[in-house]
């Protein structure tokens, strides 16, 4: 490391007690998507008296906190946290509140970001930053209540269930050329990514017809029987899935009736529907409809089944090696794990829908045990987590940034965007929207 990469390092040890005060707080606090005003006030006023000026309510939560403004046009670069947790109330920091619990670790990368700005900010350091930096606070990563987001979509508040799809829909990815992202793993300290599933979201109504349950069910059409054939036949379908394809299809019923004496007149389902290919989850899709058409028309039930958008899958991305190299001189003695660029995860993110427009660079951490998205999750060591986070954020954007920006411009040179413009973007995402519905089957009861 230079001189000033030894300061930086120093300021973020120097502030160890701020930046734990930050995470523990937002640990405590958790949130669930573009529900996040709490942790997205908290990071706006923290960033009001160190940087130059904020865009913030951007996709409902999104905050933007500008550093070298008067560089935006040599480059930009946004480190990026993400505001959301899960609902998960049985975890011992879940939010008694909301329920929400961050037991995915953004509130490490929150954390991160505002370490680095601790240190990115003083002036002696932001001068050599040959480049604007946006430290970006970004909503509602994880996919969760689609119906509240179909809401809010009613409303005209948002257009997308994902906060970085909304974010780029809005422009508030117009003025950034790259990003770097981090996560918290299980697996230790990584650099770099590997692809992911994409998917798209559901929400499958079934429609029945209600009648007293014990008196006269012959007269009712239920709907709760409907959807639990659905169920079966989308089980059946599991075998038609390619192993390479890595298909996810994972629903949950959010209603299943009204009252115990009543046969059921509705049923809700919500599911995401992944793969890691646009071809295998619009496969997957089509075999998710079938088999809740075919449960509604064994009833004679109706059925709406509404599919959105969701995420995009993610692209194998490596780190620079001048960025892999501060990696791993500030994690020393850990060893860095660079063939994440070869494996291919499960789950999703909307970091992918970025990447399909601008070079993400993305590193890992650990600190954390009992798994990701489950009660156990817990924060083991607070100094990897939170301090080491906010150490590779902060190093890897000098590093890009130095020197004219030379590394920045040369990743974003070498890169091919998927699409070349938020609109192309835009239209390919607004094709996977549509609604599927069929009427309750009329019958006559004969008694």
């Known amino acids: 490391m230079d001189k000033t990469e030894e300061q930086i390092v120093q300021i973020i040890d120097d502030n160890r007690s701020v930046i734990l005060e930050f995470a523990n707080d937002v640990y405590c606090h958790g949130e669930l998507g573009y529900k996040e005003f709490r942790t997205s006030e908290k990071f706006r006023k923290f960033m009001e008296s160190r940087t130059e000026r904020i865009e913030d309510n951007l996709a409902i939560t999104g905050v933007k906190a500008y550093l070298n403004s008067e560089e935006?046009?040599?480059?930009?670069?946004?480190?990026?946290?993400?505001?959301?947790?899960?609902?998960?109330?049985?975890?011992?920091?879940?939010?008694?509140?909301?329920?929400?619990?961050?037991?995915?670790?953004?509130?490490?990368?929150?954390?991160?970001?505002?370490g680095?700005?601790?240190?990115?900010t003083e002036k002696n350091i932001s001068e050599k930053l040959n480049g604007q930096i946006v430290f970006l606070a970004a909503p509602?990563?994880?996919?969760?209540?689609?119906?509240?987001?179909?809401?809010?979509?009613?409303?005209?508040?948002?257009?997308?269930?994902?906060?970085k799809c909304e974010l780029i829909r809005i422009g508030a990815f117009d003025d950034i050329d790259a990003c770097i992202v981090h996560?918290?793993?299980?697996?230790?300290?990584?650099?770099?990514?590997?692809?992911?599933?994409?998917?798209?979201?559901?929400?499958?109504?079934?429609?029945?017809?209600?009648?007293?349950?014990?008196?006269?069910?012959?007269?009712?059409?239920?709907?709760?029987?409907?959807?639990?054939l659905g169920l079966q036949g989308l089980a059946f379908n599991r075998e038609t899935f390619r192993d390479e394809d890595c298909v996810r299809v994972h629903p949950i019923m959010t209603k299943g009736g009204n009252l115990v004496n009543v046969v059921p007149d509705e049923a809700i389902i919500e599911t995401l529907v992944r793969g890691k290919t646009?071809?295998?989850?619009?496969?997957?899709?089509?075999?998710?409809?079938?088999?809740?058409?075919?449960?509604?028309?064994?009833?004679?039930?109706?059925?709406?089944?509404?599919?959105?958008?969701?995420?995009?899958?993610?692209?194998?991305?490596?780190?620079?090696?001048?960025?892999?190299?501060?990696?791993?001189?500030?994690?020393?003695?850990?060893?860095?794990?660079?063939?994440?660029?070869?494996?291919?995860?499960?789950?999703?993110?909307?970091?992918?829908?970025?990447?399909?427009l601008m070079p993400v660079l993305t590193f890992n951490t650990g600190g954390a045990s009992g798994g990701l998205h489950q009660s156990e999750f817990a924060v083991c060591d607070e100094e990897e987590a939170?301090?080491?986070?906010?150490?590779?954020?902060?190093?890897?954007?000098?590093?890009?940034?130095?020197?004219?920006?030379?590394?920045?411009?040369?990743?974003?040179?070498?890169?091919?965007?998927?699409f070349q413009s938020k609109e192309e973007y835009i239209e390919f995402l607004n094709k996977f929207y549509s609604v599927e519905e069929e009427e309750i089957w009329e019958r006559k009861v004969t008694k």
């Open 72 to 114: 935006k046009d040599n480059f930009s670069l946004a480190l990026i946290g993400e505001l959301d947790a899960l609902r998960i109330p049985s975890h011992v920091y879940a939010n008694p509140d909301t329920q929400a619990a961050h037991c995915c670790g953004h509130h490490a990368q929150l954390a991160g970001v505002i």
């Open 278 to 356: 646009r071809e295998a989850f619009t496969d997957a899709s089509l075999k998710t409809d079938r088999s809740f058409k075919a449960g509604a028309m064994a009833m004679g039930a109706g059925y709406q089944i509404e599919t959105m958008p969701g995420y995009l899958p993610s692209l194998p991305q490596a780190v620079p090696e001048e960025v892999l190299e501060v990696i791993k001189e500030v994690s020393a003695p850990k060893k860095v794990d660079t063939d994440v660029v070869k494996k291919h995860g499960g789950g999703s993110t909307d970091v992918g829908d970025v990447q399909h």
């Open 386 to 418: 939170y301090i080491l986070t906010a150490k590779i954020f902060a190093l890897s954007a000098y590093r890009m940034l130095k020197d004219g920006a030379a590394l920045a411009k040369r990743v974003k040179e070498e890169y091919h965007p998927v």
């Open 140 to 163: 509602a990563e994880e996919y969760g209540e689609v119906e509240f987001k179909k809401t809010l979509m009613k409303q005209n508040k948002i257009g997308y269930g994902g906060g």
């Open 116 to 120: 680095a700005a601790l240190a990115l």
């Open 183 to 228: 996560h918290i793993s299980m697996e230790g300290i990584s650099a770099g990514t590997g692809s992911s599933n994409g998917f798209v979201s559901k929400v499958i109504t079934i429609k029945g017809k209600a009648a007293h349950a014990a008196a006269a069910k012959e007269q009712g059409v239920n709907a709760l029987s409907a959807a639990a």
